[in-house]
């Protein structure tokens, strides 16, 4: 299974990004899909999850600006970050769980500058 992530790059804080990952094995059948970052110096955190329902969790540092969807239809899972700050800076990663594995993806920098 291959996680294509891409949408990162460089945006002034208060601006917006849209992430994307694509997986090579579909995603209506994994138990979810998230989004995690990895900032220098820092472990890596969950900052969205969508379970099969449909269902969503956010950070609390992120909740109210970030929005994860997903589209069985392209097997695409998205993440729509608004209103960036500085410290969302970070390598963002998606992870896709199966139940009988996990996958990451390769990961996409996201820098937001002051």
């Known amino acids: 299974v291959q996680l294509q992530a891409s949408g990162g790059g460089l945006v002034q804080a208060g601006g917006s990004l849209r992430l994307s990952c694509v997986a090579s094995?579909?995603?209506?059948?994994?138990?979810?899909m998230g989004w995690y970052r990895q900032a220098p110096g820092k472990q890596r955190e969950l900052v969205a999850v969508?379970?099969?329902?449909?269902?969503?969790n956010y950070a609390d540092s992120v909740k109210g600006r970030f929005t994860i969807s997903k589209d069985n239809t392209w097997n695409t899972v998205y993440l729509q970050m608004n209103n960036l700050e500085p410290e969302d800076t970070a390598v963002y990663y998606c992870?896709?769980?199966?139940?009988?594995?996990?996958?990451w993806g390769q990961g996409t920098q996201v820098t937001v500058s002051s």
């Open positions: 992870n896709a769980d199966y139940g009988w594995d996990r996958f």
């Open positions: 094995a579909g995603i209506l059948n994994t138990n979810a």
């Open positions: 969508v379970i099969r329902s449909g269902s969503t």
